[in-house]
């Protein structure tokens, strides 16, 4: 029902031009440093941790890179990088609009006209929907480039055999299947952590519960789709 009512009044086409255009810098150039560190460290941990497990010598070190290269496409860049973004851009939207409520300002709104729930909420939306796979692409380019860096470092594989393992069997859908991943993770993130924020009632301590809530609900929301889109999909 929330999601239905920012189709109605909607405002004209240019003023949501310029507030998604602003939303997408916060969504996604504001989050870009924290993608980036996290992406980076869990390619290079990844790699390590492979090549400790691989111990026997009837294994080729190229299996090393096939791994650290599934595991980047199908689940660490889309699903854990949402629960990243659910704990970055979620509580952050919750946050904002809770204040919003509390401090009468989507009142002020609605009695000027406007619905506001359409001109707060659908440019996030959108916003998130068009940056968060550009994340997710540029997560996975760290991901991978993280584990090369490591491996070569630490000597346990050269690059030439980490190039060989990316190359090795590579099946382009994976990379559809993420982000088909990555589109759904960042509607159900924008939508949860905006109806939580929205409908907040109260003062300043119903806005923190706000924001916890956002959070916890878009990790939920995050694995259980999840899980039915690797049953529906692969």
Do not use: H, W
Request: glycine content about 8%.
């Amino acid at each position: 029902m929330f999601i239905g009512t920012l189709f109605s009044r909607r405002e004209a086409l240019k003023t949501y031009a310029k507030l998604t255009v602003d939303e997408c810098i916060k969504i996604g150039y504001d989050s870009l440093f924290i993608i980036a560190i996290v992406s980076t460290f869990m390619g290079a941990v990844t790699t390590i941790q492979t090549a400790y497990n691989l111990v026997s010598p009837f294994i080729p070190d190229y299996v090393i890179s096939l791994v650290v290269r599934d595991m980047t496409i199908l689940e660490m860049s889309p699903t854990i990088m949402a629960i990243v973004f659910a704990g970055k851009v979620g509580s952050n939207i919750a946050g904002e609009l809770g204040t919003m409520r509390i401090t009468e300002q989507i009142d002020a709104l609605e009695v000027m006209g406007i619905n506001s729930a359409s001109y707060l909420v659908l440019p996030k939306i959108v916003a998130s929907l068009i940056m968060y796979p550009m994340l997710v692409v540029i997560s996975a380019f760290l991901c991978i480039m993280g584990g090369y860096i490591a491996g070569t470092l630490t000597e346990v594989i050269t690059g030439a055999e980490y190039s060989y393992g990316l190359r090795f069997e590579f099946i382009p859908y994976t990379v559809q299947f993420a982000l088909t991943k990555s589109l759904v993770f960042a509607y159900l993130v924008t939508s949860i952590s905006a109806y939580k924020g929205f409908y907040t009632s109260g003062g300043a301590l119903e806005v923190g519960q706000a924001s916890t809530s956002a959070v916890t609900n878009s990790c939920i929301a995050i694995l259980v789709a999840d899980y039915l889109l690797a049953q529906i999909l692969l």
